[in-house]
């Protein structure tokens, strides 16, 4: 069963969560250059982190450096894109990746976590005020934030999907019947 997806609301619905602005995309903006110099090092030290949490271990074996790659190409767009119904639509993607793959919801909510600390270690070494380091620590956040709830979103419906077509070929229910079923249903309270 396919779905529509309105990017657009998404993008909306998820800044709405994250707090994510044009002031926090701004704010991004103006530290891409030092920050670009500090990726190496972030997703080093994030790699390093990760290969030690023993059930990340099959997901990371052997790809460690193609992951590296693609890990700083995003972390550059934190720092350098719009968080605009494109970026929205490339996040999800992200998450349907990762749910082809099987890598457990948990581990993309980790793994932000992770990824915000050491980012904001970072950011207290750049020679900032203590305000522009506030107002940037919280770009950050709000950013990841963002990613992280489209990226579970995209999850969600994967997941459904996935479950939902075996199901769909066992019965021999029709995708728009289920559809249709579906949006009958009304539970009772």
Not at 46 to 70: D, M, S, V, W
Not at 142 to 169: D, H, N, V, W
Request: aromatic residues 10%; contains cysteine; proline residues 3%.
């Amino acid at each position: 069963m396919k779905n529509t997806i309105n990017f657009q609301a998404l993008t909306e619905y998820a800044k709405s969560f994250s707090g994510l602005t044009d002031q926090h995309e701004a704010v991004l903006a103006s530290v891409k250059d030092e920050i670009f110099q500090r990726i190496p090092h972030i997703t080093d030290a994030f790699y390093a982190k990760l290969i030690t949490i023993e059930k990340t271990k099959p997901f990371l074996e052997g790809r460690i450096e193609q992951l590296k790659k693609t890990h700083s190409k995003w972390l550059e767009s934190l720092f350098s894109s719009a968080f605009d119904s494109h970026y929205t639509e490339a996040m999800y993607k992200v998450g349907d990746v990762h749910v082809k793959i099987n890598l457990p919801v948990e581990f993309m909510a980790g793994s932000m976590t992770l990824l915000s600390n050491l980012i904001i270690s970072e950011i207290e070494t750049l020679t900032l005020d203590s305000t522009k380091k506030a107002e940037l620590t919280n770009a950050v956040i709000s950013a990841i934030g963002f990613c992280l709830l489209i990226m579970q979103q995209s999850y969600q419906t994967s997941f459904l999907q996935r479950e939902l077509e075996p199901f769909l070929k066992m019965t021999g229910i029709s995708e728009t019947l289920f559809s249709n079923l579906s949006s009958a249903y009304t539970p009772s309270n």
